[in-house]
């Protein structure tokens, strides 16, 4: 039998459904594990399946710089990955958003986010992070939430210029020219 990390709870803490870290635990765990996130691309298709948009969230870093990112997030312990994905679009794109997820989801890439820059193409200096990327068809209305003040439907080919990719950042511009590329879409 192995050991479990048990952490002590604070008595003033409010309670956490059954698997939430706190934020201390959460930076703990950070420095020791890799931790699994999902990563959305959102986009609309037409009526044969072609993707014709794609979602692109503006964000504030807590620096200060406008960013555009894609929808992205952590799988909570106990969580099922497709739950992940829906749980994390509708917080980022409203409840009315309306994904089509498949019943068995296959991530057309695996990203694998270090802490130190140069690794891979992906970096987060929070953490080591591993995630596993869908394409996402949304259906409904999509209005930016939490974070979130801008939601931008871009074509695929302006979703892959040079100017939108710099807005980008931790190689999430990369990790959408290959979404762009994995549905025949990079110009």
């Known amino acids: 039998m192995t050991d479990t990390a048990e952490f002590p709870r604070d008595p003033d803490e409010p309670d956490r459904p059954a698997g939430w870290l706190s934020e201390g635990e959460l930076s703990v765990v950070r420095r020791q594990l890799p931790i699994l996130y999902v990563d959305a691309v959102p986009v609309r298709v037409d009526d044969s399946g072609d993707v014709v948009a794609v979602g692109l969230l503006l964000r504030i870093t807590a620096t200060g710089m406008m960013t555009r990112a894609l929808v992205s997030g952590r799988v909570n312990y106990h969580e099922r990955v497709r739950d992940a994905l829906v749980r994390h679009i509708e917080k980022d794109l409203g409840p009315m958003a309306l994904p089509q997820i498949p019943s068995a989801p296959q991530p057309f890439t695996v990203a694998e986010y270090f802490p130190t820059p140069g690794i891979t193409a ?17 259906a409904g209305d999509c209005r ?26 931790g190689g999430q511009g990369v990790l959408l020219r290959q979404a762009m590329a994995f549905v025949g879409r990079l110009p």
Do not use: G, K, N
Request: net charge negative; proline share 7%.
């Open 122 to 138: 992906y970096h987060d200096a929070r953490q080591h992070a591993v995630s596993l990327a869908y394409i996402v068809p949304v």
């Open 144 to 169: 930016p939430q939490q974070d979130a003040l801008d939601l931008a439907w871009l074509t695929p080919e302006q979703a892959c210029e040079d100017s939108v990719q710099l807005e980008m950042q």
